[in-house]
């Protein structure tokens, strides 16, 4: 990381050292926010329970979860979080055009109307911090009000991943950068 020395973690707490297993039980390895969030334990560990949550107990699939974090990532030009969930992306389900497309900043051509619903809420969201009216009555019919909760609490989770990634600097698993 450009901003934050590398963790020894030799040197942790006790309660960073909770935190290091704790996220090395759930994600296998620590790395992006979790070792950023490491600096701030509490916070990381809620954090990685939040995380952890809408990967596998959202009412919505695990593609629609990719997408909007694709679609938040991409607005934030977040490169570590758009390295990692590109491939997730692909792996539940997405299309490499609808990831294409979101990657260049156009609008993907959908095959399925919930990921038309979800691109669209996400991109609302992140240009407006709100839905409009029209767009809350249609994500209410269509996901109705606890899956648009999660959604829009899950395009939140990500706004602050995103910041956090960006402004500690933190390193694509690649070390490559992804987005322009």
């Given at each position: 990381m450009s901003r934050l020395p590398a963790i020894d973690k030799d040197a942790l707490s006790d309660e960073q050292k909770r935190m290091h297993d704790?996220?090395?039980r759930v994600r296998g390895q620590v790395r992006g926010p979790f070792e950023i969030w490491l600096n701030s334990p509490v916070l990381g560990s809620l954090a990685l329970q939040t995380q952890d949550w809408f990967q596998k107990k959202s009412s919505l699939p695990a593609r629609l979860v990719e997408l909007a974090i694709l679609v938040m990532a991409r607005k934030a030009s977040a490169q570590f979080a758009w390295a990692v969930h590109e491939k997730r992306g692909l792996e539940n389900g997405l299309t490499q055009d609808v990831v294409d497309?979101?990657?260049?900043r156009t609008t993907p051509v959908f095959a399925r109307d919930?990921?038309?619903m979800v691109?669209?809420?996400?991109?609302?969201?992140s240009e407006t911090q709100t839905l409009s009216p029209l767009s809350y009555q249609r994500a209410v019919a269509f996901f109705g009000v606890t899956t648009l909760v999660e959604l829009v609490s899950l395009a939140g989770f990500y706004v602050m991943v995103a910041m956090v990634l960006?402004?500690?600097?933190?390193?694509?698993?690649s070390g490559r950068k992804m987005l322009d």
């Amino acid at each position: 990381m450009s901003r934050l020395p590398a963790i020894d973690k030799d040197a942790l707490s006790d309660e960073q050292k909770r935190m290091h297993d704790d996220i090395m039980r759930v994600r296998g390895q620590v790395r992006g926010p979790f070792e950023i969030w490491l600096n701030s334990p509490v916070l990381g560990s809620l954090a990685l329970q939040t995380q952890d949550w809408f990967q596998k107990k959202s009412s919505l699939p695990a593609r629609l979860v990719e997408l909007a974090i694709l679609v938040m990532a991409r607005k934030a030009s977040a490169q570590f979080a758009w390295a990692v969930h590109e491939k997730r992306g692909l792996e539940n389900g997405l299309t490499q055009d609808v990831v294409d497309a979101i990657r260049t900043r156009t609008t993907p051509v959908f095959a399925r109307d919930d990921e038309r619903m979800v691109h669209d809420i996400a991109c609302e969201l992140s240009e407006t911090q709100t839905l409009s009216p029209l767009s809350y009555q249609r994500a209410v019919a269509f996901f109705g009000v606890t899956t648009l909760v999660e959604l829009v609490s899950l395009a939140g989770f990500y706004v602050m991943v995103a910041m956090v990634l960006n402004t500690f600097e933190a390193d694509t698993p690649s070390g490559r950068k992804m987005l322009d």
